[in-house]
């Protein structure tokens, strides 16, 4: 592990496919942290709590307290982590390969995960009253048109290697993992992505990626 002054403290949901994406970038970097579990369905919600939306008041996790400061979002979080602990980078040296790494993670973070986020969800069927069957229909047609459109631009891209972004792992396979896991939890068929499945194979064989899995957190039910 690498060594830090301050244990890092990460506000965690095991499910969580932003948090996810943060764990493994923190075990990819060595990084010890404390696991703070915010669970975002006991309770009410723990995320909703005046304790919690005291620290974040967008009552989302993941929340990174760094010996006091702290930061949400979890693309914020990866990049502060990889400019303070430089070692092992989670972006390429080059501009065009930042650029291209982030094209590839806010495809991922920003237009395929927020529609199958717990809240829009929840709204989904309460609010507005859809069905359990209306939401696995939408939940299906965000993924697939999402992991149909990173297919293809992986599938040509010739900066792909083993991963998303040549053959080390980088910020897009942070984002890339939870998605399919995901993908997977709502009965998503996989076969027709063979470009994401194979990357997604490379990714869990690595230790330190495999750790940051859904069913190996504290909190896991």
Not at 25 to 42: I, P, Q, W
Not at 125 to 138: C, M, Q, V
């Amino acid at each position: 592990m690498t060594m830090t002054s301050k244990k890092l403290v990460l506000h965690n949901y095991f499910r969580s496919s932003a948090a996810y994406r943060v764990r493994i970038a923190m075990n990819l970097k060595g990084l010890d942290y404390e696991y703070l579990s915010v669970h975002l369905t006991r309770e009410g919600g723990m995320q909703f709590k005046d304790t919690y939306t005291a620290l974040n008041p967008q009552q989302l996790v993941p929340l990174l307290d760094d010996d006091g400061f702290q930061l949400s979002q979890s693309l914020a979080i990866i990049e502060y982590l990889d400019e303070k602990y430089p070692a092992i980078r989670l972006l390429p040296d080059s501009l065009h390969g930042r650029a291209r790494v982030r094209q590839l993670t806010l495809a991922i973070a920003c237009d395929i995960h927020p529609l199958q986020n717990l809240r829009v969800l929840k709204y989904l069927t309460g609010k507005l009253t859809l069905t359990e069957e209306n939401k696995a229909e939408w939940i299906k047609h965000w993924l697939e048109l999402g992991l149909t459109a990173l297919e293809a631009d992986l599938a040509r891209a010739p900066t792909r290697g083993k991963f998303c972004f040549g053959d080390t792992p980088t910020m897009a396979d942070c984002a890339l993992v939870p998605q399919l896991f995901s993908a997977a939890r709502f009965n998503v068929d996989m076969q027709p992505y063979p470009t994401l499945r194979a990357i997604y194979e490379a990714c869990e064989a690595l230790p330190a990626i495999a750790a940051a899995h859904p069913a190996r957190q504290p909190d896991s039910e």
